[in-house]
């Protein structure tokens, strides 16, 4: 079984800072995906990153970067020079390569930033 | 840029009532996938489809869900006789594979059982 925690229910970052959101994860499977998603007010689901857990460098999207330690079994998601507009649920989520192929998400963090 | 498309984005229906959301997948996709997420709480897993069968589903998805591919585009939750705890925002999602480095959700279709 898959689970994936995310300790902090609420974050408040002034704009333009770094802002890192934690995510760790439990799972005995060899290979697995890790997911970033973002979920705005108007709740659609967008995607944001992945890392697979075979990947040797940590995964970057523009200002989106993963800081992927897989002995600690924690992949945090790092948005550099953060705006307003990023201020929405984030949600963490895993899936095994292997056997189903389903997502596991965690409880999520809302993320505002202030101006 | 392809991507999933749900509707309707919102319907409201009568407790006992059946409901059919709708979803076009992207076309090349293999994986299809239904989640559910109530209102203020996580994104939960209902079921997986794959070389048109059930892979897997979950505890929630009892029987009166089903899940249909009926003419190779569409791809269809049913629900057959919607609980007032039904309500949720119910979310459409294809992959290309098991090790894809993607997974695409709709826009989501927001349930509201009255």
């Known amino acids: 079984a898959q689970k994936i925690t995310q300790t902090q229910p609420g974050m408040f970052v002034q704009e333009k800072e770094a802002v890192t959101l934690d995510c760790t994860y439990d799972?005995?499977?060899?290979?697995?995906?890790l997911f970033w998603y973002k979920q705005p007010s108007s709740g659609e689901m967008i995607f944001l990153i992945y890392?697979?857990?075979?990947?040797?460098q940590n995964a970057t999207e523009g200002r989106y970067s993963l800081n992927f330690q897989k002995a600690r079994k924690s992949a945090n998601l790092v948005i550099s020079a953060s705006q307003l507009g990023d201020s929405a649920m984030y949600f963490c989520?895993?899936?095994?390569?292997?056997?189903?192929?389903?997502?596991?998400f965690g409880t999520g963090t809302r993320l505002t930033i202030i101006p | 840029e392809p991507e999933v498309t749900q509707t309707p984005s919102h319907q409201v229906t009568q407790m006992g009532q059946e409901v059919i959301l709708r979803c076009v997948p992207i076309?090349?996709?293999?994986?299809f996938y239904w989640y559910r997420q109530i209102l203020g709480q996580k994104v939960e897993f209902l079921v997986s489809?794959?070389?048109?069968?059930?892979?897997?589903k979950s505890e929630i998805f009892d029987d009166q869900f089903s899940v249909e591919r009926p003419d190779g585009s569409n791809f269809t939750l049913k629900i057959r006789s919607t609980k007032l705890e039904d309500s949720a925002m119910y979310f459409c999602?294809?992959?290309?594979?098991?090790?894809?480095?993607?997974?695409?959700f709709g826009q989501g279709t927001r349930l509201t059982v009255v």
């Open positions: 076309s090349n996709h293999l994986y």
């Open positions: 489809f794959y070389n048109n069968e059930i892979s897997e």
């Open positions: 999602a294809s992959g290309a594979g098991r090790e894809a480095s993607e997974a695409f």
């Open positions: 989520a895993m899936r095994a390569n292997f056997g189903n192929e389903k997502l596991t």
């Open positions: 890392q697979g857990s075979y990947d040797q």
């Open positions: 799972t005995s499977d060899p290979s697995y995906g």
